[in-house]
């Protein structure tokens, strides 16, 4: 398996422009988690589903953040309007829920909003 | 999930061991201690995890107190490769399976 695929790895935008992360996740697994990571503020989880449903999006920061998950193999973070503040790294990661729940994390998108 | 105090940083030396520890004082008897490392540049990567045992695997061993309070992660024979970021995480598998990242220990393995 090729793990979990993010793209795009790099994004540059100016404020206001809208973003679209996608996300791979591991054929099989059931649980998918978008973390977002910042220097100030560390690794932080965003949102997670399970059998593409949402489940806990308490880490979202506020309504510009939405993401979606339409089947088992893909998912993606929007981020509309997007601002300076946004500029992050961005990871999916997938689980297997009959396993010791280990996670597997893609190899991260690093966003830049000008 | 109760909350775990780590080092800040810690250096060691190349082909010894590495002894990295971590507190989780308020941890409950449902609560699991994942261990996770990030090498620069890249996601997070599962190591270890554990309940009451202590635990081993190819990459490290996970030595938990009786009391549950502490643990150790134990890499033995460290290499230029292993370092990174090493978070310890304390999780109730029944809660979800959310994982809360602190700030882990910085681990800087010194030739």
């Known amino acids: 398996d090729a793990g979990v695929i993010q793209s795009p790895r790099h994004e540059v935008t100016e404020m206001g422009q809208e973003v679209t992360l996608r996300c791979k996740p591991i054929s099989g697994h059931d649980y998918l988690f978008w973390y977002r990571q910042t220097m100030m503020r560390g690794l932080e989880l965003l949102i997670y589903f399970n059998n593409n449903v949402p489940i806990d999006d308490s880490g979202m920061p506020e309504d510009r953040f939405s993401a979606k998950m339409p089947n088992a193999s893909f998912s993606t973070l929007k981020i509309q309007p997007s601002e300076p503040r946004d500029s992050a790294v961005y990871f999916c990661?997938?689980?297997?829920?009959?396993?010791?729940?280990?996670?597997?994390f893609g190899p991260g998108t690093r966003l830049t909003v000008l | 999930d109760a909350k775990t105090t780590q080092p800040p940083s810690m250096d060691c030396a190349e082909g010894r061991a590495a002894n990295l520890p971590c507190n989780h004082s308020t941890i409950s008897g449902n609560e699991y201690v994942y261990w996770y490392r990030q090498i620069h540049s890249q996601g997070p990567q599962y190591i270890i995890h554990g309940l009451k045992n202590n635990e081993t695997n190819e990459m490290a061993s996970l030595i938990i107190t009786e009391d549950r309070k502490s643990s150790t992660l134990i890499l033995p024979h460290a290499t230029l490769r292993d370092t990174a970021v090493y978070y310890c995480?304390?999780?109730?598998?029944?809660?979800?399976?959310?994982?809360?990242f602190g700030g882990g220990t910085r681990v800087l393995v010194k030739p």
């Open positions: 995480i304390v999780r109730d598998k029944a809660a979800g399976n959310k994982l809360t």
């Open positions: 990661a997938s689980s297997y829920s009959g396993s010791a729940n280990e996670q597997f």
